[in-house]
């Protein structure tokens, strides 16, 4: 199968992600590229709520954020000067395994889907905060594929760790669903569950939910590699959240849940 990569370039959790699932697929499918994804500065993401809301996260959060995103900008710069092994990029794992980069700040880009059709995509793997439009969509042979940390159906859409906080879940993880253009309500392949454990936060539970991404993400590959498999029945009741209010984040912090 011929793979291609679409997510953000942003340093927590992605480039490990990544190159790990990269790891597992070497030796039994090829993979023909990678696209380390921008948005324009004039197009408000995912990122640029979570820098709007730093006021809410309290003094301690945004000291600790901030020391994590040092490590990772120092393992950036290392990384360039080949002293460690181990990228802190998605543009820097695409170098670390020689795989092509195809840039772009739009995913529906004529000029962009122009050249992945010329790639002859089997399955097109994303991990992205842009949502994918049908000319897109049609391109794989196979499928395109969405990485979500939830068990879906449930909690569809952004901040889902975030969400299952403030509504006490006791267990959360990982799905890998085939794209429609309904956002995260595409066919499930693979999941992973895991368990809240005492004194999580919400850095943690992401970490988490990107390591047994990397499980999930080869499992749902490997599915698709396959004629046949079995379809995983839903064990979870739909639901679907956008960016979090003022009320969620006094709900976050009143339940005495911690971000990082």
Known sequence: MRIFFIVDEFPFFLPKYLDAVIIGLKGKHEIVGITPLMTPKNHKTLYDYIKSQMFNLGFASIVKLGIEYSKLKAKYILFSFNIIKNPAGISQVAKKHKIKIINTTNVNDEKYLELLKKKKIDIIVSSCSQIFK???????????????????????????????????????????????????????????????????????????????????????????????????????????????????????????????
Request: charged share 25%; with cysteine.
């Open 134 to 260: 049908n000319k897109l969509l049609n391109i794989p042979q196979t499928s395109c594929i969405n990485r979500h940390s939830a068990l879906l159906p449930a909690y569809g859409g952004l901040f889902p760790i975030f969400q299952a906080m403030i509504h006490n879940e006791k267990i959360v993880g990982a799905s890998v669903h085939k794209m429609i253009t309904e956002i995260d309500k595409g066919e499930i392949l693979a999941q992973q569950k895991f368990k809240i454990k005492k004194n999580e936060t919400l850095f943690s539970l992401y970490r988490k939910s990107y390591e047994v991404s990397v499980e999930v993400t080869l499992n749902a590959i490997h599915k698709l590699s396959g004629k046949r498999y079995k379809k995983i029945k839903s064990t979870t009741k739909p639901s679907y959240y956008s960016f979090p209010s003022k009320n969620d984040w006094n709900t976050f912090f009143k339940k005495h849940k911690k971000i990082i």
